[in-house]
């Protein structure tokens, strides 16, 4: 490994949809959008706002639209919003000029896309070739999310080539680029390396994304072994928010702040101002009136002051 | 990265010391000859078991002696005691069939060797060099530990070669292992990468252990970095027990439960039951009537079932 000097890793903050997606209370509107202005205003270019799901399954993103309304966010930053289905796209679009991206998200395993979105893989990604299709239609960019590519809680082992396949239909019908999803912490460094040498060479043009849980405190080596592997692009949580609710108790997706901790550290640049962003997690510790467990929000950045 | 097939990883866990000496209230020694006895029966080959330092100073530990005498430890594990100094000697030398290590600290540091036990690193070595030969005549195998090895919190940068030139002087006295304390953690693993690159360079010969702590979240990927300059020894704390109390409410040691779970899932072996160890986790939060900060005694090890 050679100490990179300044080299650009990109960072998708996904706090706003998947941590507060994961919210047992539903947070207020004016605290959510207020939180996504701060995120907003911390250096980095790539923000997931809120989702168009239906507000009976997920309460917490009935304000979707009054969030992505409201929110001021400047004109840097690209806004993400995943999008589950065709009527997530028509609700999305009455809002087509606050956002830029939209991502695509399905399962690699039947299982866990059933137990998700209630239907088949190949009926989901047929539903998913035509939302694609209207999207870039409209001038948006497309990315492709895949959940659970490195390990299913309920068939256990996900072949990488079964991952490969669905992300290579995502990017024939139009995605720039595929996030692939740990989504329960399985994933180990091992794994992960074999994992983005095999997909540079399976899916040359399309950017690759990695999106780690610390479930099992693996996070940041996981990101490390990415990094190794050439990958510049990571989607990461503010407060180390979300997760996937099973196993109870479980930490979330790796810290956003962590992440930006090390990599600057590596001698990464992420165009973002850590301070601002550790300000952020400690503000939606106090929205939600508990301690998370991100490191960073409590030891603080590293201080390489010298002298006593 | 060539993913191991079993390659072995030396794990010494010093929960029972480093973690202990952390808590604010005193363990019963009951408690503690139990905690002790799990971890020795979980196939973990290396056990610092506590430390004879002034009970003045570390309370905590005033019952060196009985839990050293009492524990029942298998044969084919090596207990380690660290000594501060020749008195500290003594004192363990009067149970010298119940060890088989010694470990020999100092800091990287003026600043904080200073604090830690009053002497400058000249006069801390003298002394050492004093305690290494007489440890060498009772049979005892000896290890040198060094602190703040990549970074102080009052001094910040800490040249590499100034923790090399100590690590000769230490090795040169007879120690076979040197162990590199990450004490508040501050390294960042391009930092680990090339130190062990250099350090296996400086000391030809020494068994070279890395001791992280996962202050801001990079513990893992510290190990990993680690791992891949070919180091194969690790010290590390059940259910993440332990670190600097500064600063207030920062994580410990690194977890052994969630190192063994990440080497395991490498195809790294270190002979020892996981399921044993996360439970020993589990009994130690219940000692200590709190929640600790490791990942796995959450979440359980990684189950690759297959089959819905």
Redesign the interface.
Known sequence: ?T??TGEHVKIREVGPRDGFQNEPEVIATDDKVRLVEMLARTGLRRLEVTSFVRPDVIPQLADAAEVLRRARIPEEVAVTVPIPNERGLDNALALRDRFQEVNLFLSASE?HNRKNVNRSIEESLNGLERVIGRALAEGLRAEGVISVSF?C?????VPAERVFAIAERLAAAGCEEVAFGDTT??A????V??FFDAARERLPGVELTAHFH????????N???AL?SGVRSFESSFGELGGCPV?R???GNI?SE?LV??LH???YSSGIDLEALVECAREVQRVLGRAL????V???????????
């Open positions: 490994m100490a990179p299982t390990g809680p309920y068939e256990g082992h912490g399985m180990n460094p091992a794994q390396r074999a610390n479930t099992r405190g693996q996070g940041l080596a990101v490390l072994a190794e196993p108790g479980a930490t810290a962590d901790s090390m550290e590596m001698g467990s991100g490191h960073v409590v030891a603080g950045p590293v201080d390489w002051h010298e002298g006593g």
